[in-house]
């Protein structure tokens, strides 16, 4: 009877353990691995995590400059990573920036406007149009690089464009 209770004890500490893991992950932080080109040079890659709050699920207290993660637009349960840069309300330029169209648009309440740091290498919503802030998952607060074994913080480095800038 002594070993059953021992196993039952030990079935309740790490079914108490893992479900403790499982909120904190979906409700305070979670870790991804970073893959592709699009966020270069802020994440490279290969070779770095991404410490993620949850406590920004669905865009709360998301500014423009921030990186964000999401649910892809299309392709189901594909997370993807970019960089706000237009909030609902706002208006930003439709295509990159030296094409030949200069269309500006507006976007539309409950969506944000994101791109990859790297324009030539990111599919963000220049393809994809403007994001449903619902499927935001969280903002990306740290990188963990594995070549050089430090958290990093990401930065806000979007910086308002000053009237004799323009």
């Known amino acids: 009877m002594s070993w059953i209770r021992k196993l039952s004890r030990q079935s309740l500490f790490f079914s108490g353990g893992f479900a403790a893991l499982h909120l904190f992950s979906q409700h305070v932080y979670t870790i991804r691995g970073a893959g592709g080109p699009s966020m270069l040079p802020t994440i490279h890659v290969r070779d770095d995590f991404l410490i993620i709050s949850r406590r920004h699920v669905r ?31 706002d208006f930003v330029l439709r295509d990159t920036p030296g094409s030949d169209s200069d269309m500006m648009i507006q976007i539309p309440e409950g969506h944000i406007w994101v ?9 963000d919503s220049r393809i994809h149009g403007p994001i449903p802030l619902a499927l935001v998952r969280g903002k990306v607060l740290y990188r963990l690089r594995l070549t050089e074994p430090h958290f990093s913080r990401i930065e806000n480095n979007l910086r308002p464009v000053k009237d004799e800038d323009a």
């Open 59 to 89: 865009g709360r207290d998301i500014r423009v400059g921030d990186v964000v993660s999401y649910w892809h637009p299309v392709e189901a349960h594909v997370s993807v990573v970019k960089r706000v840069i237009g909030m609902p309300g």
């Open 115 to 123: 791109v990859g740091d790297s324009l030539s290498a990111s599919l």
